[in-house]
């Protein structure tokens, strides 16, 4: 069956890199950057990395279900997966509420970066930082290349083709929204328990509204939103609010 196969496929893509500890994206990323020091250019080669084993990934195991147009609308087997899980269908309306809340969260967070850093409050040296965060204006490009890929090939990968590969192995949508859950949460073990356990909250948030309102692209824009917030965004404010003199 066609649909086992591109589901063993894409979770031994994921096993492998994890008993290597050198996934198919990390492969790429060195290749970019090769004996070069740049930081710019490592980030982009992750960047570039995490498109090709997610995104392209994504896109040629849909075409090879004939479900390319699942990328624009909830495939029936999530549809079915929303009503068991009890997911209500948001409007348009619901959604701009959301957005509003998620941008109102940003500020209160951003406040509360420029807060810690003014206070000179250190760090939780146990919290994950991403070596790819931008330290200046020339690797903050790169580092948003970076949140994009990330935001639009994760969730083509993790919240569209497992699960539906998964659905249609188990005949359970809900089966297959657990998989592509787990799979997301386990690909970011490299952040420790504590990141894990942030992921999977996000990863559990991004699934309801995926179910919710069957926008991928909206998703993918919460991911990227997300990923450049602590790429970018965050770094820059505690950065400028530690070089402000005190009053």
Request: charged fraction near 15%.
């Amino acid at each position: 069956m066609l649909a086992a196969a591109l589901l063993l496929a894409a979770l031994g893509l994921l096993a492998h890199g994890w008993r290597t500890k050198r996934s198919l994206a990390a492969r790429i990323a060195w290749a970019v950057r090769g004996d070069a020091a740049s930081r710019p250019r490592a980030t982009l080669g992750w960047a570039l990395g995490i498109a090709i084993m997610y995104g392209a990934t994504a896109l040629v195991a849909l075409a090879l279900l004939g479900r390319l147009d699942a990328l624009i609308m909830l495939p029936g087997e999530l549809r079915i997966a929303a009503t068991q899980l009890h997911v209500s269908p948001l409007g348009m309306a619901a959604v701009a509420e959301i957005a509003w809340s998620i941008a109102g969260g940003f500020v209160l967070g951003a406040i509360a970066a420029i807060v810690m850093a003014r206070r000179g409050w250190l760090r939780l040296g146990w919290m994950y930082r991403s070596p790819a965060i931008a330290m200046n204006r020339r690797e903050a490009g790169a580092a948003l290349l970076l949140a994009a890929a990330a935001g639009v090939g994760e969730e083509m990968f993790f919240r569209l083709l497992i699960p539906l590969l998964a659905a249609l192995v188990t005949g359970s949508g809900v089966a297959g929204c657990l998989t592509g859950w787990a799979a997301f949460t386990l690909a970011h073990r490299y952040q420790g328990a504590l990141g894990m356990s942030a992921v999977a909250l996000v990863g559990a948030v991004l699934v309801w509204l995926y179910l919710a309102t069957g926008l991928l692209w909206l998703v993918a824009l919460l991911h990227t939103l997300v990923d450049a917030n602590a790429l970018v965004l965050r770094p820059w404010l505690e950065k400028m609010a530690r070089s402000r003199p005190e009053a």
